[in-house]
């Protein structure tokens, strides 16, 4: 699932629309690597296929104010940047950019500008020439808590990139913005509140729904009204495995925006894990109805067709690792046991669609202390996880078999940073 971005703010318009999370715990994570501590417990990987959107090209349009020679630039730009707020406002996007556009030729150096170039492109799809002018915004004024927040929601939510670095980047933006706003004498108690949120879903998309928690209630705490917010906890909670809780956020969300396709899907999650089985469903059916581009029907096959997509992919490996994988048994689950979730801390996401149990082939730890072994080595595949992943047939073959290799790689003692670099996160 995608986010919309919910901050459209400019420089000149300190007002920012509050919206709703676009993303959840179906969307690509990265694996927690265990502690030493629980060294022997698991590692996961829960990485979804990716649809990226083609840019439309831009129309060619011109700006409606008019120009006059004997007019001072600064009254030009003045004027241009009005016009560029008030066509952004009204979705005409097109002449927006082409507003500040003309902005920053005249001034160069005007934050704003820059900053009305990179909303107005990011939303016609064209995010690598955003991402240049909100790069020359932050160069001009890399203190500045509304660029920063525009910036980081760019990162974390309009890219359609979800990769580790451009998470890490938004992150980063949104911390700084935060604490920038927060020194300000008369902070912004709706822009701190922007800002943590946009942490919250930077560190819940890193798996680190424990630190995004925070950061949601500290956002609700600023700005109690901001459904994005509870959104946002409910989403950490469920990575948590506090399903009452979170069903008790989702449904707040609802009660305020009772179509919100979102919402509906991770209740339906919620109850998925609470055994409601005709509760999920019926939830579950609402959000395809409100969102059908977003929202299919899970693909759930049987579990012996599941078996055969496990032996294709093991039938192309090379003979030697071959043999090595033989030596653990690859199991099939519908969901991941509780246990298993709970063997790391803080746990794996409930979303998660496969993982590695036990040590790598030739690790072998001593009993413990208190007695306890390490568990048997074993690979789990996890059937209606990967089912919610994908969209169709085709890519769940193609999932099955990334997050098989991903666990064998963990099974050779690779870590999550290696299989990153193998292309396998």
């Known amino acids: 699932m995608r986010r919309v971005s919910f901050v459209v703010a400019v420089a000149l318009a300190a007002a920012c629309g509050e919206g709703h999370r676009r993303s959840g715990p179906d969307d690509a994570g990265v694996s927690v690597t ?4 629980k060294a022997a417990s ?3 990987t829960h990485a979804e296929v ?7 090209p831009l129309p060619v349009v011109d700006c409606p104010v008019e120009t006059d020679v004997a007019e001072p630039d600064y009254r030009q730009v003045d004027r241009l940047l009005d016009q560029a707020n008030t066509s952004f406002d009204d979705d005409r996007l097109a002449e927006a950019w ?5 902005a920053a030729d005249l001034a160069p150096q005007s934050v704003e500008a820059h900053h009305l170039r990179a909303a107005a492109l990011a939303a016609l799809g064209h995010e690598g020439e955003a991402q240049v002018a909100y790069t020359m915004a932050l160069a001009l004024d ?4 509304e660029t920063l927040r525009a910036a980081a929601d760019f990162y974390i939510n309009v890219k359609t990139d979800k990769a580790r670095d451009n998470l890490q980047v938004g992150l980063e933006l949104a911390r700084r913005g935060f604490s920038r706003a927060t020194a300000r004498r008369r902070g912004n108690a709706s822009l701190r509140a922007d800002l943590a949120l946009l942490e919250a879903q930077a560190l819940n998309d890193l798996g680190k729904s424990d630190e995004a928690l925070e950061r949601a209630e500290e956002a609700m705490r600023l700005a109690p009204s901001l459904t994005a917010a509870i959104h946002e906890r409910g989403v950490a909670l469920f990575n948590l495995s506090r399903f009452d809780d979170a069903r008790t956020a989702f449904s707040r969300v609802l009660g305020v925006m009772p179509d919100d396709p979102y919402a509906h899907q991770l209740l339906g999650r919620t109850y998925e894990w609470l055994g409601r089985a005709s509760d999920a469903d019926a939830h579950f059916r609402r959000a395809r109805e409100l969102g059908p581009d977003e929202f299919t029907p899970p693909v759930v096959i049987p579990v012996d067709e599941f078996r055969a997509e496990i032996d294709r992919v093991l039938g192309e490996l090379p003979p030697e690792r071959r043999a090595r994988v033989a030596t653990v048994p ?6 991941p046991a509780r246990a298993d979730l709970e063997a790391v801390d803080p ?4 979303t998660i669609l496969g993982l590695f149990r036990g040590l790598p082939h030739g690790v072998e730890l001593p009993i413990s202390r ?3 072994k390490p568990p048997l080595r074993a690979i789990v595949l996890y059937r209606i996880n990967l089912g919610h992943a994908v969209k169709t047939r085709e890519e769940l073959s193609e999932q099955i078999r990334r997050t098989l290799l991903h666990e064998i790689g963990h099974l050779e003692g690779l870590d999550e940073g290696d299989l990153r670099r193998r292309g396998l996160d």
């Open 34 to 37: 265990p502690t030493p501590a």
């Open 42 to 44: 698991a590692v996961a």
């Open 50 to 56: 990716q649809h990226p959107v083609e840019p439309t």
């Open 98 to 102: 082409a507003c500040a556009d003309q």
């Open 142 to 145: 890399p203190e500045d808590p």
């Open 330 to 335: 690859i199991e099939i689950a519908d969901l």
């Open 347 to 350: 746990p794996f996401p409930p």
């Open 370 to 372: 208190t007695g306890g």
